[in-house]
């Protein structure tokens, strides 16, 4: 799923006024892996290249000097990992702070969103990475039809936090 979707699911579907925060984990598990991956190009002197196909972007990151970016992907997309970090966390601002911290949920909520959205030819999500590499077989966010029910989603949620739930 594309990074402005993942922003706009945190903040319709966790409770309480829109946060940056909500919107820095909704995006984090991508944003870690793509920014070190842009970074490391940058410190290099080189650019990014621009991908025509899906194909050829994956034929890239096979590459060997690029292979650590499919290896990251595995563990920023692991609800393992993710739990293993929020735990704590979450804990700590619930039983000392008396508050849920709703926010903690928006990376796990953009890696089961990715989860079907996400095919094994492009950034498969191994969700249970490192006990086990089980992905599941999407149909690519890229599609139009995804593409575009998901905006739709998006908007009919946003319009029944807005008008329904709050009358």
């Known amino acids: ?3 402005m979707a993942h922003s706009l699911w945190s903040l319709v579907l966790l409770p309480g006024k829109p946060t940056i925060a909500k919107v820095a984990l909704g995006i984090a598990p991508d944003v870690v892996v793509f920014a070190l991956s842009l970074s490391k190009q940058a410190i290099k002197g080189k ?15 096979h590459r060997k000097e690029n292979k650590w970016v499919l290896n990251l992907y595995k563990y920023t997309h692991s609800l393992v990992i993710w739990t293993a970090v929020i735990l704590p966390i979450f804990l700590y601002f619930y039983f000392v702070r008396n508050i849920i911290p709703w926010f903690l949920l928006a990376a796990p909520i953009h890696i089961l969103m990715d989860i079907p959205t996400h095919d094994n030819n492009s950034f498969p ?43």
């Open 47 to 61: 650019m990014q290249p621009g991908f025509k196909t899906r194909t050829k972007m994956m034929n890239w990151y």
């Open 1 to 3: 799923m594309d990074i």
């Open 125 to 167: 999500v191994q969700f249970l990475t490192p006990f086990s590499k089980v992905r599941i077989n999407g149909m690519h966010w890229s599609k139009p039809l995804i593409f575009i029910g998901n905006y739709v989603l998006i908007i009919a949620v946003f319009y029944f936090r807005l008008f329904v739930i709050r009358k």
